[in-house]
């Protein structure tokens, strides 16, 4: 079987230097909010280029927190995408704001900037930009509209760890970014954890008191907040990872490469990356107008895919009351097409190109 993605190969390549660490910090009895978190977000920071980098215990966090140290809540609407995971509307509704959903680029798959003006109202206080698949989306023509309206814009690249737009890694081109270490993630933890990263020193402030319920002294809490700390362990473990990502991202290209080279002739369509863009292939994603048959048909040949992802937002139980309306032919369109086949920096060539082999006899 060739699963869609192989933890077991990355730690092996790295195991010597994880368990030192992990050992270590057994030895030291301090596990929460210590030295490695702090060593972890001046890493991250440098590595991506901005002034502050907060360790929170998941990407959902993230974005959660990210949406509230704006101000936003009640009666405010934050303009995102419905074709993501759900955990970016949820940001949003879980402060009490309305998600108003619209289309993507049929090509990058992200938010289609040509569909953001006419849904801006006096209540909009936000985008909440997508970076899908590991694809930067179009940051030059949203930031325009962010501050021809006065909103702020928020990132959500918890799929594009080292993605760049125009020479500038995302997550550090808006007023906040957001990333997730889930272990599948391009730079992944062993458990839950994320970041958020600003520039500017009063949200860092407030964000940093805002994980550790509203504190900034022991036992003095100036407002709200909420449990949503990185722990030590993990913290370790994402040092020894972001010093690997930049070539694990290399390879991710390489696989890209190599899949587009053996795949270009068929009857699918291939991921983009565009001028300007540096992808970073979280995903792999083809898309097919048989996608169910060739699904199956590569799972008995021992190559699992995924589905990245089935069900709109829009079009799930949670939303339907606020959403049912709404039509986003573009999102209903590729939402039965897309596939995502097996992408991950220890994949093998031979391997690939047996995917490839088992696609074309599928479909040819």
């Known amino acids: 079987m060739i699963p869609s993605i192989d933890l077991k190969r990355e730690y092996s390549s790295i195991s010597e230097e994880l368990n030192q660490n992990i050992q270590n910090i057994l030895q030291s009895g301090f596990y ?46 934050v303009i995102t995408v419905s074709h993501t995971f759900i955990s970016t509307a949820d940001a949003i509704s879980r402060n009490g704001a309305k998600p108003v959903f619209i289309d993507i680029n049929p090509e990058t798959y992200c938010m289609d900037v040509s569909k953001i003006e006419e849904k801006i109202t006096e209540k909009t206080k936000a985008i909440l930009v997508v970076h899908l698949y590991g694809h930067p989306a179009d940051m030059g023509s949203i930031s325009k509209l962010t501050k021809k309206y006065g909103l702020y814009l928020v990132e959500d690249a918890c799929q594009a760890h080292g993605a760049e737009y125009k020479g500038k890694k995302v997550g550090s081109i808006g007023d906040i970014g957001c990333f997730s270490f889930y272990p599948t993630k391009n730079l992944g933890a062993y458990g839950d954890g994320g970041m958020i990263i600003t520039d500017d020193l009063e949200l860092s402030q407030k964000l940093t008191m805002s994980r550790n319920y509203g504190e900034m002294e022991k036992y003095h809490h100036d407002f709200v907040g909420v449990n949503s700390r990185l722990d030590e362990i993990q913290a370790s473990i994402l040092r020894v990872k972001l010093k690997n990502l930049e070539n694990w991202n290399n390879r991710r290209r390489e696989i890209a490469e190599l899949y587009n080279e053996l795949l270009w002739n068929l009857d699918i369509i291939l991921p983009s990356q565009k001028d300007g863009c540096k992808h970073v292939y979280h995903q792999y994603v083809i898309r097919s107008k048989n996608r169910d048959y060739l699904k199956k048909e590569l799972l008995n040949k021992g190559i699992q895919t995924q589905i990245h992802y089935p069900i709109p937002i ?19 369109k590729i939402c039965k097409e897309i596939l995502s086949l097996p992408m991950y920096p220890g994949l093998e060539d031979n391997e690939i190109i047996y995917i490839a082999e088992m696609i074309e006899n599928a479909i040819g």
Not at 36 to 65: P, Y
Not at 321 to 332: C, G
């Open 314 to 332: 829009h079009k799930q139980n949670a939303y339907l009351k606020t959403s049912r309306d709404i039509n986003l032919p573009v999102t209903a």
């Open 32 to 77: 929460v909010l210590g030295d490695e978190v702090k060593r972890f977000e001046d890493d991250f920071s440098d590595f991506m280029g901005t002034k502050h980098a907060i360790g929170v215990n998941s990407g959902s966090d993230a974005l959660f927190m990210a949406i509230n140290s704006l101000g936003i809540g009640e009666g405010d609407e």
